[in-house]
Nanobody, 121 residues
Framework: QVQLVESGGGLVQAGGSLRLSCAAS????????LGWFRQAPAKEREFVAR????????YYADSVKGRFTISKDTAKNTVYLQMNSLKPEDTAIYYC??????????????WGQGTQVTVSS
């Protein structure tokens, strides 16, 4: 059974930082990319970042490039999203997902429950 469990969300002031974690289990990791998506109220879910589990190749949405960093710890089967210089428009529920090396949400087979990130101005 595949499980993705996010943690690390919370309330932070604009300009601050948060680190999200996604603990994964039940996957054949070498076949997957692990990605982060987010969904703000009344908006569609959007791609944030992804990382290839085998090659570590990272890819970012333009809106977060230079501010967010995705990384992985293979020993812990955990993916991280370090978020710096946060803006109010980063406020959303953040989801971890496992799937193809794509920015499309329909390319991901498994999803976590999400963690709320709120950035106050």
């Amino acid at each position: 059974q595949v499980q993705l469990v996010e943690s690390g969300g919370g309330l932070v002031q604009a300009g601050g930082s948060l680190r999200l974690s996604c603990a994964a289990s039940g996957l054949t990791f070498s076949n997957y990319a692990l990605g982060w998506f987010r969904q703000a109220p009344a908006k569609e879910r959007e791609f944030v970042a992804r990382i290839g589990w085998s090659n570590g190749f990272a890819y970012y949405a333009d809106s977060v490039k230079g501010r967010f960093t995705i990384s992985k710890d293979t020993a812990k089967n955990t993916v991280y999203l370090q978020m710096n210089s946060l803006k109010p428009e980063d406020t959303a529920i953040y989801y971890c997902a496992a799937g193809l090396h794509t920015t499309r949400s329909d390319g991901y087979d498994y999803w976590g429950q999400g963690t709320q990130v709120t950035v106050s101005s």
